[in-house]
């Protein structure tokens, strides 16, 4: 029988995927579930390759279509790819966060993940009226500028620009690559109540490229936020762009009143 050709230890399709033809699920749907279990827990890692349908389809003694149809359900969730030459092969599980108020590094910690930050400015600046203007202070005269570069497990991810009235926080660098944002401000006795979010997209510069190791043009996540703290003072005012082929945000919707 021929097996897919895999570059890592201790997975085998034909051994490691079960199926139940008697099952109401369908078979498609069952080898799509037990895929997805095993990139999400990493027996699948992000490169290892799963061959082509024809390999993988007569390991799981399946019809080509149903293998095609499961591999899609997967490629149209943004875990597997299929590349030319190479067959279909694990991309990295993208970083799913939940819209709250916290900051991605607390996020990526209390999701398991290794966040790391890049400092490239921690300064205070003048204010001019525009930024007087987002921070709703019209009389501010000077601000603190930051700008990091955020990473999950040693990659690139986001990149976060903020500005705080001058006198809110003076942090080091080094607190800004160990802690998040909001565990500093609150760490300085900034009781935090709430915050205003707008999530957008736009197309990566030559700048942004380099920065997150993506293609000039490719599609990147935005979001600008506002933050509150509990006396209504706004505390920081933020605008961060994200890797769209590693970053989702998720919401929860309810019904309203009708």
């Given at each position: 029988m021929?097996?897919?050709?895999?570059?890592?230890?201790?997975?085998?399709?034909?051994?490691?995927?079960v199926?139940?033809?008697?099952s109401p699920?369908?078979l498609?749907?069952?080898?799509?579930?037990?895929l997805?279990?095993?990139?999400?827990?990493?027996?699948?890692?992000?490169?290892?390759?799963?061959?082509?349908?024809v390999?993988?389809?007569?390991?799981?003694?399946?019809?080509r279509?149903?293998?095609?149809?499961?591999?899609?359900?997967l490629?149209?969730?943004?875990l597997?790819?299929?590349?030319?030459?190479?067959?279909t092969?694990?991309?990295?599980?993208?970083?799913?966060?939940?819209?709250?108020?916290?900051s991605?590094?607390d996020d990526?910690?209390?999701?398991?993940?290794?966040p790391g930050?890049?400092?490239?400015?921690?300064?205070?600046?003048?204010?001019?009226?525009?930024?007087?203007?987002?921070l709703e202070?019209?009389?501010?005269?000077?601000?603190?500028?930051l700008?990091?570069?955020?990473s999950?497990?040693?990659e690139?991810?986001?990149?976060?620009n903020?500005?705080?009235?001058?006198?809110?926080?003076?942090?080091?660098?080094?607190?800004?690559r160990?802690r998040g944002?909001?565990?500093?401000?609150?760490?300085a006795?900034?009781?935090?109540?709430?915050?205003?979010?707008?999530?957008?997209?736009r197309?990566a510069?030559?700048?942004?490229?380099e920065?997150?190791?993506?293609?000039?043009?490719?599609?990147?996540?935005?979001t600008?936020?506002?933050?509150?703290?509990?006396?209504?003072r706004?505390?920081?005012y933020?605008?961060?762009v994200?890797r769209?082929?590693?970053?989702?945000?998720?919401?929860?919707?309810?019904?309203?009143?009708?």
């Amino acid at each position: 029988m021929s097996k897919p050709d895999v570059t890592f230890a201790g997975w085998d399709p034909g051994r490691d995927i079960v199926l139940d033809p008697g099952s109401p699920e369908p078979l498609y749907f069952q080898v799509s579930r037990q895929l997805h279990a095993a990139i999400e827990d990493g027996r699948l890692p992000a490169g290892a390759r799963l061959g082509n349908e024809v390999d993988l389809a007569a390991s799981l003694r399946l019809s080509r279509p149903t293998v095609r149809q499961a591999i899609q359900t997967l490629v149209n969730q943004g875990l597997l790819v299929r590349r030319r030459g190479v067959g279909t092969q694990v991309v990295r599980t993208k970083v799913a966060r939940p819209l709250r108020l916290s900051s991605l590094f607390d996020d990526l910690a209390g999701l398991g993940g290794k966040p790391g930050s890049a400092v490239l400015v921690n300064r205070v600046e003048e204010a001019c009226a525009e930024v007087a203007e987002l921070l709703e202070a019209p009389g501010l005269t000077h601000v603190r500028r930051l700008k990091r570069l955020r990473s999950a497990d040693g990659e690139p991810l986001a990149l976060m620009n903020n500005y705080l009235p001058d006198g809110v926080l003076d942090p080091a660098d080094d607190e800004l690559r160990e802690r998040g944002l909001y565990q500093l401000l609150r760490s300085a006795g900034v009781r935090l109540h709430a915050a205003e979010q707008q999530i957008g997209a736009r197309l990566a510069t030559e700048e942004d490229a380099e920065l997150l190791h993506e293609e000039p043009g490719a599609a990147l996540l935005t979001t600008q936020r506002t933050t509150y703290d509990d006396t209504g003072r706004v505390v920081e005012y933020g605008w961060h762009v994200y890797r769209a082929s590693r970053y989702t945000f998720n919401l929860s919707l309810t019904n309203g009143p009708q």
